[in-house]
């Protein structure tokens, strides 16, 4: 029985060819495994740094699509609870639809590979990141990125990688790679940077206002560091890869030249149209007039492919040889610029933002911390206490689309404006609110995220949130040819569609807070990206000065249809006094008062109101409960019961006192009700407080109709008491 059982084990060992690479990477083991998870899949490797471990595959149709002119490339990345040793919360206990955090980095690891197919490849392909294991130190999208490389690489498709990627912190003026989530606390700089061998293909970062120098040698420190990985995988490639895809890109010389012949000419007319519609209106017509003559020898994606490279050909062109863009600008002027702030009037603050033919309407909400976003992720559960949201509406392009959920564009636009702002936010106990600002495109033509950055700056300040310095944004585009290059500011749609790159830069006068970059060519090189830099800084200081023209500065105070917020901190041991049995303390003080009240542990009570007056009673209130009373001070009460020895006063919050019926009035009282009656408005002055929170209070002290204290025109009770007796 041992003997079969052992043979088995080895036949059981032989069912897998593995192949496994590591290297020593920022001070961690890297390794890649293939050949026993996953063997099904075109490619599949595993991928394991430190305690982290991501199950990438790649699978491949073996036939296009009849009539599908683009590349149907889709990348999920996925992350399972197990692995970080977690059930999911909610009702079916399992994992729903994608969370930010997914999407983003599904368009993390898109983006740095779908220039690397070969052009004309419309086979789809599905990239599958799956996250196993989570040691909550090593972020996993940098695994994925490379992992789904790998995979790709061994796989056959035509990919002509690979990439790498890396991430870089900034800290004490020093670049890490890789930082773990312990030194990203201290870094001032979140960078991630993907590539080939020769040029950097991707950027992503949030950075805190440092300058271009600094932006650029991160960038170029993150290309050096990932060239062992590309190495390791390369190394393991030419151990294990299947044989390359039978495709050769289809190129009919034919097609081309009768494309040519009947829309050069109209083509070249129809880009120097200036507005955007008018121009989209006849390049439409050309399209459709080129397709219905040629429709009966080609298929609608051949003629389509071979429009579009004329489009470019025409374009790049003209922009690298005579200097001159479709609008008719240089290539470093930025269109016109207007904004205005304060446009709708129930809101807290609000911005128009308009660059030529691209506007943004931006609203800014304060609101308490029971509005911020409780997010339930892997690394634990924390709060997020700003949000910036876009939206996309189809009207924006003069287009009928479906209006649904945010897809990943619009998340992962949101998210560049978000890390744009976010720096330059105040501490949260200094503006102890909690803000949403929400991005409505309106109408586009390059670059609505920028836009979204200005906009959602000039909101926020607009509804008196004091952000450290006004926040603005711009494109950079390139074109690229064999005879130079030119680097564009604030690119059209066109532009962006017809060129090489998007390059996004946005930041304050001090320095760069975010960056955003996307290659479509293997190219790009250090110079190149200093001149966009320089030429985005020069860009960006000019539309920050034109957004100073509308609102420089924050309003001194928020708006009058924003909350009232006033801190106050009160004992940790009278924090369960404040909220009381089940909550009935603190939600009778909402209810009467109308205010919000949030109690965090250490003791901060934040009260949230629409009015002054609201806010103040509130304020009172919890004042009131928490506080005790100081012997010698006078207070205002109502008396709320009479015995035969004097009367009850409430005078403090819920605090009671006695006033004997010595101390109601100068000279003697015979009898309580003579003086006063329960209901009665009475000032009092405390004359001690014992050590078991009894108070005794006194009315002959106070002028009941001023308030003044008047205890000096009397002899101390002992006294008089010692006097009366001596006279008797």
Known sequence: MASRLRRFRKEEIHMFNITRKSIEWGGRTLTMETGRIARQADGAVLVTYGNTVVLCTVVGAKKAKPDVDFFPLTVNYQEKAFAAGKIPGGFFKREGRPTEKEVLTSRLIDRPIRPLFLDGFCNETQVVCTLLSHDLQNNPDIIAMVGASAALTISGLPFMGPIAGARVGYVDGEYLINPTAMEMLESKLDLVVAGTKRSVLMVESEAHELSEDIM????????????????????????????????????????????????????????????????????????????????????????????????????????????????????????????????????????LFTRGETQ????????????????????????????????????????????????????????????????????????????????????????????????????????????????????????????????????????????????????????????????????????????????????????????????????????????????????????????????????????????????????????ASVSDESGKKAYDWVYGIVAEPEVGQIYSGKVVRIVDFGAFVNFFGAKDGLVHISEMAEGRVNKVEDVVKEGDTVKVKVLDVDNRGKVRLSMRCVDQQTGEDISDRFPPKEAREKREKKNA
């Not at 991160?218 to 030419?238: K, L, N, T």
């Not at 702002?421 to 609110?433: A, G, Q, R, T, V």
């Not at 500011?489 to 955003?516: N, P, R």
């Open 216 to 351: 650029l040698g991160a960038v170029m420190f993150g290309h050096r560091e990932m060239q062992p990985v590309m190495d390791m995988i390369i190394d393991m490639a030419e151990s294990c890869a299947k044989d390359p895809w039978d495709y050769q890109p289809k190129k009919d010389e034919v097609l081309e030249g009768k494309v040519r012949d009947m829309a050069e000419k109209e083509l070249r007319e129809a880009y120097k149209l200036m507005g955007k519609q008018d121009r989209s209106t006849r390049i439409d017509t050309i399209k459709a007039n080129v397709k219905d003559a040629l429709t009966l020898d080609y298929d609608d994606k051949a003629i389509s492919g071979q429009i579009k490279k004329l489009e470019q050909a025409i374009v790049r062109t003209d922009y690298v040889n005579v200097k001159k863009r479709i609008d008719g600008r240089g290539p470093a002027d930025i269109r016109q610029i207007t904004s205005e702030v304060g446009v709708l009037p129930m809101t807290h603050g609000s911005a």
């Open 360 to 607: 943004a309407i931006v609203v800014a909400t304060l609101g308490t911390s029971q509005d911020e976003q409780r997010i339930d992720a892997l690394e634990g559960e924390y709060t997020e206490g700003f949000m910036l949201h876009y939206n996309f509406p189809p009207y924006s392009t003069g287009e009928v689309g479906r209006m649904g959920s945010p897809g990943r564009r619009e998340i992962g636009h949101g998210k560049l404006a978000w890390r744009a702002i976010h720096p330059l936010l105040p501490e949260k106990n200094d503006f102890p609110y909690t803000l949403r600002s929400v991005s409505e495109i309106t109408e586009s033509n390059g670059s609505s995220s920028m836009a979204t950055v200005c906009g959602t700056s000039l909101a926020l300040m607009d509804a008196g949130v004091p952000l450290k310095r006004p926040v603005a944004g711009i494109a950079m585009g390139l074109i690229k040819e064999k005879s130079g290059f030119i680097v564009l500011s604030d690119i059209l749609g066109d532009e962006d569609h017809l060129g090489d790159m998007d390059f996004k830069v946005a930041g304050t006068a001090e320095g760069i807070t975010a960056l955003q970059m996307d290659i479509k060519i293997d190219g790009i090189t250090e110079e190149i990206m200093k001149v966009a830099l320089e030429q985005a800084h020069h860009g960006r200081n000019h539309i920050l000065g034109e957004m100073a023209k509308t609102l420089s500065a924050p309003r001194e105070s928020v708006g009058s249809t924003a909350p009232r917020i006033v801190t106050m901190t009160i004992p940790k041991d009278k924090i369960r006094e404040v909220i009381g049995s089940g909550g009935k303390v603190i939600r009778e003080i909402c209810e009467v008062t109308g205010a919000k009240i949030d109690i965090d542990d250490d003791g901060t009570v934040r009260i």
